[in-house]
C-alpha cells in the first residue's frame, strides 16, 4: 500500500491514476528509488486501481538494477513484464535476480517469458505436462538401433517436413533487433498451426519451444527478452512431435553483417555436415562420421565439440544410435538401411571444451568464442542415404555458398 510518510511535492505531481494533484508515494518505489512522477498518488483507492499494472514497475526496475550493475549493455531488451523471470536449474525455478557466474564470453542471459500454451487437441509426448520422459529412458532403443518400419519411416517423412518448414519460418524472421523468444513464438506457432506438438518444451523441463543459441553458445540455448545484434550468429534448433514421431533440425543463421571468421565459422560447420552425410549407406561404421567431421573442423583450424552427439530418433526423442562427431570416437555399430538418427556437429572457433550456464542447459565454449552448428535427421537406404530434413525449394536463401555455382 501507499504510505502517507512519503509526502511529495502536489506543486509539481499528479496522481498517476487520475492525473489530480498528488501527496501520497508507492512505498516500494521510494525503496526502490524510481522516478516520484511514476509513483505519485492522490489516495490509497486510485493506488490500488493502479496496482495491476503498478507493481511492474517495481520488478523493471530490480532487473535494470541488477542488469546495470552485472552486465554492462544488457538493456538490449524488449520490455518487460513482471511474468519475465531468468531461468535456473534446468528450467525448474524461476527468479528475478540476475544469476552470478564466471562468463565466459560477452553473452548474458536475459529473462524469459512465461510458458507457451499447447491447445487441447494436439497429440503430446509423456514430458509435456510432468517434465519428465517415461517412456525413453526405459525403452530397448537405447541399447538396440531400431530398424522402422515402412509405416514409421512415411511418418518421419512427414513429421520432418513439418519441421524443416517451421525452421524455415523461424529463417525469415532473423535480424537485428529481433529477439529469441520472438524466434521461439514463430516455432511454437507454427508448430501448433500444423497439428504437432514442439518437442523441447518441458522435456526435461526445458521451458521453451525451441533452442536459440547465439555466438559463443554451442547448445540449448534458452529463448529470452535480448535482441539480436548486427554481427551476431544464431542457431535455432527445432524438433516437432507429429504423428507420433520426432524430426529433429538445427541451422546456424547470420545476424546482419557479420565478420569474417565467423562467416568461416558457419560456412565450416555446414560443410562437415555435409561431408559426413556424404559417407552414410549400410555397412559404414558410425565412429567414421567423427572422423570425417574432425578431419574438415582441424584443416580450417576449428575444433569439434565432445560434450553432445548426434542421436538415434523416431518415436523416441533421443535412443541409439549415439554419434559422436570428434575423431577417433568409440562409436559403436555400423549403420543398417532402415535406421535413423540425426548429425548435429558443433564446430568452435577456439577450444572444444564447454562450460555450463546457471540455467542448467545453455552450453557455451570455454574460451568465450564462438560456436557454430547444423543438423539433419536421415534415413539410411538400401543405396545410401536420405535427408528427410533437408532443404526444400521454398527454404530462404540464406547461404551464400549454396548460390556458387
Avoid at 519460418?169 to 535480424?175: E, G, K, N, S
Wanted: charged residues 20%; neutral net charge; aromatic residues 8%.
Amino acid at each position: 500500500m501507499a504510505s502517507e510518510s512519503g509526502v511529495v511535492d502536489t506543486n509539481t505531481l499528479s496522481c498517476v491514476n487520475c492525473g489530480k494533484p498528488a501527496n501520497l508515494q508507492c512505498p516500494k518505489c521510494v525503496e526502490l528509488k524510481h522516478p516520484r512522477e511514476g509513483s505519485a498518488f492522490c489516495t490509497q483507492e486510485c493506488f490500488k486501481s493502479s496496482w495491476s499494472s503498478h507493481k511492474s514497475l517495481h520488478l523493471k526496475a530490480k532487473l535494470s538494477s541488477s542488469l546495470g550493475t552485472v552486465a554492462p549493455g544488457h538493456q538490449n531488451s524488449v520490455s518487460l513484464g513482471e511474468d519475465w523471470l531468468y531461468c535456473l536449474k534446468g528450467g525448474r525455478t524461476r527468479t528475478p535476480t540476475f544469476p552470478h557466474f564466471d562468463w565466459t564470453g560477452t553473452l548474458r542471459p536475459y529473462p524469459i517469458s512465461s510458458k507457451r500454451i499447447v491447445p487441447a487437441h494436439i497429440d503430446k509426448p509423456d514430458w509435456a505436462d510432468g517434465g519428465t520422459p517415461i517412456v525413453e529412458p526405459n525403452s530397448d532403443f537405447q541399447r538396440v538401433v531400431e530398424i522402422k518400419s515402412p509405416d514409421l519411416i512415411q511418418r518421419m517423412r512427414e513429421t520432418c517436413r513439418i519441421a524443416r518448414e517451421v525452421l524455415d519460418a523461424a529463417a525469415r524472421i532473423i535480424q537485428p533487433g529481433v529477439t529469441t523468444d520472438e524466434i521461439d513464438r514463430v516455432v511454437h506457432e507454427a508448430t501448433i498451426a500444423a497439428g504437432g506438438y514442439p518437442s523441447p518444451l518441458n522435456y526435461h523441463f526445458f521451458p521453451k519451444s525451441c533452442c536459440t543459441s547465439v555466438n559463443e553458445v554451442i547448445c540449448h540455448g534458452i529463448p529470452d527478452a535480448r535482441k539480436l545484434e548486427d554481427g551476431d550468429i544464431v542457431n535455432v534448433d527445432v524438433t516437432v512431435y507429429y504423428k507420433g514421431v520426432h524430426g529433429d533440425l538445427n541451422e546456424t543463421y547470420f545476424v546482419g553483417n557479420v565478420d569474417e571468421e565467423s562467416r568461416q565459422l558457419v560456412k565450416c560447420t555446414y560443410e562437415c555436415l555435409e561431408k559426413a552425410i556424404s559417407i552414410v549407406k549400410p555397412g559404414v561404421r558410425f565412429r567414421e562420421i567423427g572422423d570425417v567431421i574432425n578431419r574438415h573442423a582441424s584443416m580450417s583450424g576449428f575444433s569439434v565439440v565432445k560434450s553432445y552427439c548426434g542421436h538415434g530418433i523416431g518415436e523416441l526423442f533421443h535412443c541409439a544410435p549415439n554419434i559422436p562427431h570428434y575423431g577417433r570416437n568409440k562409436a559403436v555399430g555400423v549403420m543398417k538401411a532402415g535406421q535413423t538418427f540425426t548429425i548435429e556437429p558443433m564446430i568452435n572457433a577456439g577450444v572444444w571444451r564447454d562450460r555450463m550456464w546457471p540455467d542448467g542447459w545453455t552450453a557455451v565454449t570455454a574460451d568465450g568464442k564462438r560456436s557454430a552448428q547444423f543438423e539433419h535427421t536421415l534415413l539410411v537406404t538400401e543405396t545410401g542415404v536420405e535427408v528427410l530434413s533437408g532443404r526444400l525449394p521454398t527454404s530462404p536463401n540464406v547461404f551464400p555458398w549454396l548460390n556458387s555455382s
